[in-house]
C-alpha cells in the first residue's frame, strides 16, 4: 500500500509496467512497479453485444485539452481487443493528475469486461498487466480511471475524446 504524505505522486507507465512513486520533502516515500496480476471475474453474455460495441471506437486520453495518448478498441468475435499507447502520469496526493506525457511504445489490450455500465479493460505491458475502468459519458466522451492492486485508491479519471480520423498519438 502506498502511503503519501503531503507529496507528489508520480504513475508512470512503460516497458515494465506501472510505476508508482511519492516523492516528498524527505525524499523518496516508497512504491516500485506494481504488479496487477489479481483476476477479474465478472459476468457477460452474448447480450452485452451491443453494449460492448458503443465502446469501441479510437480514443484520445485527454489532459488540459490536448491529447496525450490512445486507445483503440476493436470488436473482434464478441469481444473487444485493441491497443493503448504508453504515458507517463502525474498525480498530486488528491488525485488529480498534474500531467501527461506520451511515451513510446503501444500495449495490447488482452481482455475487456462489461460489468454494468463499466467497461473493465486489461492491458499488457510486458509481464504486467494494468488495470483500467471506462464509463461512457456520451458518444463522443467518456472517462478512463486506473483500478486494481496499486493503482491510487482516489485517483481522478482520465477524460476521453472518440476521435474520428486522427491518427494515433506518436510522442
Known amino acids: 500500500m502506498l502511503r503519501v504524505f503531503a ?8 516497458r515494465r509496467g506501472l510505476l508508482i512513486v511519492a516523492l516528498g520533502a524527505a525524499g523518496l516515500l ?19 453485444l451491443p453494449a460492448l460495441r458503443s465502446f469501441a471506437g479510437t480514443w484520445n486520453l485527454m489532459f488540459e485539452e490536448k491529447h496525450f495518448a490512445t486507445m483503440i478498441l476493436k ?12 504515458e507517463s502520469l502525474g498525480m498530486n496526493e488528491e488525485g488529480r493528475i498534474t500531467r501527461a506525457d506520451a511515451r513510446t511504445g503501444t500495449s495490447p489490450v488482452v481482455r475487456t469486461v462489461l460489468e454494468g455500465q463499466v467497461l473493465h479493460i486489461v492491458e499488457k505491458d ?17 472517462t478512463l480511471k486506473i483500478e486494481g ?4 485508491a482516489n485517483a481522478q479519471p482520465i477524460e476521453l475524446e472518440r476521435v474520428w480520423s486522427e491518427p494515433p498519438v506518436q510522442p
Not at 496487477?36 to 452485452?48: I, K, R
Open 149 to 152: 492492486a496499486g493503482a491510487p
Open 75 to 86: 470488436e473482434q468475435d464478441g469481444r473487444l481487443t485493441g491497443s493503448l499507447t504508453n
Open 7 to 14: 507529496a507528489q505522486v508520480h504513475m508512470h507507465r512503460g
Open 126 to 142: 510486458g509481464a504486467d498487466e494494468i488495470e483500467w475502468a471506462m464509463t461512457l459519458k456520451s458518444e463522443t466522451r467518456a
Open 30 to 48: 516508497g512504491a516500485g512497479p506494481a504488479m496487477l496480476n489479481e483476476p477479474m471475474v465478472y459476468a457477460q453474455g452474448a447480450s452485452a
